[in-house]
């Protein structure tokens, strides 16, 4: 894929760039290091002041942000103005409060007097540079929850963003440099995929996070995992959207829509697989059904548009195919299942679509769905809606709508999630560790757990 920004409405090439070369690459990992061995060393109190400076300028550029956001990879705009605002939001947070979450901690008395020392205690200190690969669908948010925290635990970052985001990727290095973090803390890495590699390998890169598909985190993961360095890696999810019969239906509907369709629907964390009781189904059949039907599909600058196209037409290619083979299969289409009347022609967009009668031969069933299409399932008890929503190869997180407290303790005992969501749609927020289990990938961002990533947990002991 060219380094380029091509506008999904149209598919008109915009904007260009040049891949780095090796030398300007040597170059910019070099400064990464030499700017790690001060910047390491720098008092929370003045990273959380240059923090809250980048809040400051993203939310008072948040309209153009949104716009160039849009522009390159189709979101409605309001949805990419909100995302600049949970940006700001979340860099406030880290700024507040990463001295707390990285204080030192003290072992039990008893177990200091038992270890034969006078004093123990575990101290978080930085670990490096640490190269980013992050995806197109959330350009910014993806972005700030690694770097906020890892900037506010004293690392430095070295950004590949991908390839058809590019002013998004330079954008946030501007703006930690504008906000007055030192030349070299965060820098973007125009570079395609296939130099992210050598630049893992350089021992001055000392660990990698990894947001994206299932084949890309193999990759970064086979690297880490050879050169021995840490990582965390957020891969796909297929999110369940179980509706159990003591339900709130309507409401349940409704947050389902959104649920489903939000940033396009190409989102990790959309719920994907709607599972519902049979007591309920039909009712919920219908609305979720009248709710898809009544979204505006249309031009993602315009502010009353729901649904604008999807980032590629390789991934609308890969969503219809997906479609094409359910239906082939015996599945039935509720609503949608094409290309939306009027956008045939020209640019990259697929009409909000729910599918039924769901079979395990169809590919749909196991592959991840991104764009706004639902499956939707019938559950005949409990049993079954937990194994059909665990019957994926993913587990990012999930939504169960109940009011019956023994299927609560249940759904968080046995569902296969780094996340648990009732009555209400999943969300992120920095205070809470996001992640996920099976191939959905390992290790936790967010909150104090996502700050600890990449900490060197040392353990400083003193002699009696």
């Given at each position: 894929m060219p380094i380029a920004t091509v506008n999904p409405a149209n598919g008109e090439t915009l904007k260009t760039y040049d891949a780095l070369g090796a030398e300007e690459i040597e170059r910019r990992l070099a400064t990464a290091e030499t700017t790690f061995r001060d910047y390491r060393t720098t008092s929370f109190a003045e990273r959380a002041r240059l923090l809250h400076r980048a809040a400051d300028l993203l939310d008072e550029e948040r309209d153009d942000i949104g716009r160039v956001m849009?522009?390159?990879?189709?979101?409605?705009?309001?949805?990419?103005?909100?995302e600049a605002a949970k940006c700001a939001k979340s860099m406030r947070w880290y700024a507040d409060h990463a001295e707390e979450l990285l204080a030192d901690e003290e072992p039990a008395d008893s177990d200091v007097k038992d270890s034969g020392a006078s004093?123990?205690?575990v101290r978080y200190r930085p670990l490096g540079p640490v190269l980013a690969v992050m995806p197109w669908n959330f350009p910014l948010w993806q972005v700030v929850r690694f770097a906020a925290p890892a900037l506010m635990a004293g690392n430095v970052g070295l950004l590949k963003h991908a390839s058809n985001v590019p002013q998004t990727a330079l954008y946030l290095e501007d703006l930690f440099r504008r906000a007055g973090f030192p030349e070299g803390c965060f820098q973007?890495?125009?570079i395609g995929s296939g130099a992210v590699e050598g630049i893992l390998r350089d021992p001055r890169v000392k660990a990698a996070t990894l947001t994206g598909?299932?084949?890309?985190?193999?990759?970064?993961?086979?690297?880490?995992?050879?050169?021995?360095?840490?990582?965390?890696?957020?891969?796909?999810?297929?999110?369940?959207?179980?509706?159990?019969?003591?339900?709130?239906?309507?409401?349940?509907?409704?947050?389902?829509?959104?649920?489903?369709?939000?940033?396009?629907?190409?989102?990790?964390?959309?719920?994907?697989?709607?599972?519902?009781?049979?007591?309920?189904?039909?009712?919920?059949?219908?609305?979720?059904?009248?709710?898809?039907?009544?979204l505006k599909v249309g031009d993602p600058l315009d502010e009353a548009t729901d649904i604008g196209p999807?980032?590629?037409?390789?991934?609308?290619?890969?969503?219809?195919?997906?479609?094409?083979?359910?239906?082939?299969?015996?599945?039935?289409?509720?609503?949608?299942?094409?290309?939306?009347?009027g956008f045939t022609e020209h640019g990259w967009y697929y009409a909000p679509t729910i599918l039924t009668d769901i079979t395990p031969e169809m590919r749909v069933h196991?592959?991840?769905?991104?764009?706004?299409?639902?499956?939707?399932?019938?559950?005949?008890?409990?049993?079954?809606?937990?194994?059909?929503?665990?019957?994926?190869?993913?587990?990012?997180?999930?939504?169960?709508?109940?009011?019956?407290?023994?299927e609560v303790d249940r759904f968080v005992r046995d569902l296969e999630a780094g996340g648990v969501f009732f009555n209400g749609m999943t969300a992120s927020h920095p205070a809470f560790p996001f992640g996920g289990v099976k191939r959905s990938g390992y290790g936790r961002e967010l909150s104090g757990h996502g700050i600890r990533e990449f900490c060197n947990i040392t353990t400083v002991w003193h002699g009696a």
């Open positions: 849009t522009t390159e990879m189709g979101k409605p705009v309001k949805q990419a103005r909100a004093r123990v205690l973007t890495l125009l598909s299932e084949p890309a985190g193999r990759a970064v993961a086979s690297v880490a995992g050879d050169e021995v360095k840490k990582t965390v890696l957020e891969l796909g999810g297929s999110d369940p959207f179980v509706v159990m019969s003591s339900a709130d239906v309507d409401r349940a509907a409704r947050t389902a829509v959104t649920a489903r369709v939000q940033n396009n629907g190409q989102s990790c964390i959309a719920a994907k697989r709607f599972i519902v009781h049979t007591d309920v189904f039909d009712a919920f059949a219908e609305r979720f059904t009248a709710g898809m039907k009544a999807l980032s590629t037409e390789q991934g609308r290619g890969d969503l219809e195919e997906l479609v094409d083979d359910a239906v082939e299969n015996g599945a039935t289409v509720l609503c949608g299942g094409e290309r939306p009347e196991q592959e991840e769905t991104f764009g706004p299409v639902a499956t939707l399932y019938r559950a005949a008890d409990l049993d079954e809606a937990v194994a059909l929503a665990n019957d994926t190869p993913f587990g990012l997180s999930s939504n169960v709508w109940t009011n019956d407290e023994a």
